[in-house]
């Protein structure tokens, strides 16, 4: 019976704790995917069937994860993603999410659809930060978001291109998902929304089409770019020919994603996304990825793979609900530990030099 983060060992049980903490409403929105789940559930399992070749004898007295993400020094190449309404799982929300990243040295990046402005949440992340950002259909408001994280430190602004809409998560429609009255989207202004119960459904989806601009195309880059000197990152690209565009627009780096399963249900996973991905970029450009890491051998595969860095999702969500800080600092600790483990028994003492030879091809 796990009652507290000292009877955490994994991520596996920090979600079970996690799971016992929340409400349900915050329980369904954190865990909910698309339609069947179908890449919900391969986001962790293609995990398990990509099989490592460890080597020996290679002098790993010491393991050095530091590494850099567009100029930044980090510690670990582990990371937060952006997710919405951290308020929801801790009372101190996205600002114990900053403390614990930068104490840890990585970044986190901000979600638009934070219970806690970007500037306080800027004021504890100490420039270990990037904002992720949604285009309004009111191009002043996203044009003061921009402007707004520049102020505020943003080291870059990451444009999530996987949701024109919202995925249609089930259990959120069905048990009509509101955010609870003494919360709201602190940054777009929108103090207290609650969508009118009498229209049902889950009340994010109907925020994000009544608000979110589904029209954007690519030739919007141009205009991103024109508004802000902050670096570009494309958050929720699947395929090369997407890559090849994110290159030929002007982006500064491709953030692999599937949005945590809960956009495109039976989308490929990221993790098979990746390689023709590294391909058609060619190292011109930075690769990360994220979805369903829950072990340091999931994050040594990715970045056999060429990622540079991985981020996490809801494992930063089920730290928040078991304490705060102290139970984000968990989850990072945990997954850094075994990250140095699994390098120095694959025989590798730093992140250079990992290659797919790592990768077992069958
Ligand atoms: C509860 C929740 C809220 C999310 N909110 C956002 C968001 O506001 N913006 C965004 O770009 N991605 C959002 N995502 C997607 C995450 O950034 C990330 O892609 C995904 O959670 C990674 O998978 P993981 O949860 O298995 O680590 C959200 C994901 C979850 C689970």
Request: proline share 3%; glycine share 10%.
């Given at each position: 019976m796990l009652e507290s983060l000292n009877d955490v060992y994994n991520l596996h049980d920090l979600k079970t704790l996690a799971e016992a903490q929340l409400e349900r409403g915050a329980l369904e929105y954190y865990s909910s995917g698309a339609m069947d789940g179908h890449t919900l559930s391969e986001s962790t399992a293609v995990f398990s069937r990509l099989k490592l070749r460890p080597r020996v004898l290679c002098d790993v007295s010491s393991v050095d994860t530091r590494t850099t993400l567009l100029g930044l020094d980090l510690s670990s190449p582990l990371c937060a993603a952006p997710t919405a309404f951290h308020r929801m799982a801790h009372n101190e929300g996205e600002r114990a999410t900053a403390r614990a990243i930068r104490q840890f040295g990585t970044l986190m990046t901000l979600s638009t659809l934070s219970n806690t402005d970007m500037e306080e949440v800027g004021l504890e992340a100490q420039g270990r930060w990037w904002f992720q950002l949604y285009v309004f259909r009111?191009?002043?408001?996203?044009?003061?978001?921009?402007?707004?994280?520049?102020?505020?430190?943003?080291?870059?602004?990451?444009?999530?291109?996987?949701?024109?809409?919202?995925?249609?998560?089930?259990?959120?429609?069905?048990?009509?998902?509101?955010l609870p009255p003494h919360l709201s989207i602190k940054n777009a202004g929108m103090q207290?929304?609650?969508?009118?119960?009498?229209?049902?459904?889950?009340?994010?989806?109907?925020?994000?089409?009544?608000?979110?601009?589904?029209?954007?195309?690519?030739?919007?880059?141009?205009?991103?770019?024109?508004?802000?000197?902050?670096?570009?990152?494309?958050?929720?690209?699947?395929?090369?020919?997407?890559?090849?565009?994110?290159?030929?627009?002007?982006?500064?780096?491709?953030?692999?994603?599937?949005?945590?399963?809960?956009?495109?249900?039976?989308?490929?996973?990221?993790?098979?996304?990746?390689?023709?991905?590294?391909?058609?970029?060619?190292?011109?450009?930075?690769?990360?990825?994220?979805?369903?890491?829950?072990?340091?051998?999931?994050?040594?595969?990715?970045?056999?793979?060429?990622?540079?860095?991985?981020?996490?999702?809801?494992?930063?969500?089920?730290?928040?609900?078991?304490?705060?800080?102290?139970?984000?600092?968990?989850?990072?600790?945990?997954?850094?530990?075994?990250?140095?483990?699994?390098?120095?028994?694959?025989?590798?003492?730093s992140l250079e030099g990992l290659k797919p030879d790592l990768i077992f091809r069958g």
């Open positions: 009111d191009r002043e408001l996203t044009r003061s978001l921009v402007a707004r994280a520049e102020q505020a430190g943003a080291r870059a602004l990451v444009l999530t291109v996987d949701t024109p809409r919202l995925g249609r998560r089930e259990i959120n429609v069905r048990n009509l998902f509101r207290g929304w609650m969508p009118p119960a009498s229209q049902g459904g889950d009340g994010l989806a109907e925020f994000v089409a009544a608000q979110m601009d589904a029209s954007l195309s690519w030739k919007d880059l141009e205009w991103l770019r024109s508004i802000t000197h902050l670096p570009i990152v494309l958050k929720g690209i699947l395929t090369a020919e997407d890559a090849k565009l994110t290159l030929e627009h002007g982006a500064n780096a491709i953030w692999v994603s599937t949005h945590g399963g809960r956009q495109v249900d039976t989308a490929v996973s990221t993790l098979e996304a990746l390689p023709e991905i590294v391909e058609a970029v060619n190292g011109q450009l930075e690769v990360y990825l994220d979805g369903g890491i829950r072990r340091g051998s999931d994050v040594l595969k990715v970045l056999a793979l060429g990622a540079r860095a991985v981020f996490l999702g809801r494992p930063v969500l089920w730290g928040l609900a078991c304490g705060g800080e102290a139970g984000v600092s968990k989850m990072l600790n945990m997954l850094q530990y075994e990250l140095e483990l699994t390098m120095a028994l694959c025989g590798k003492n």
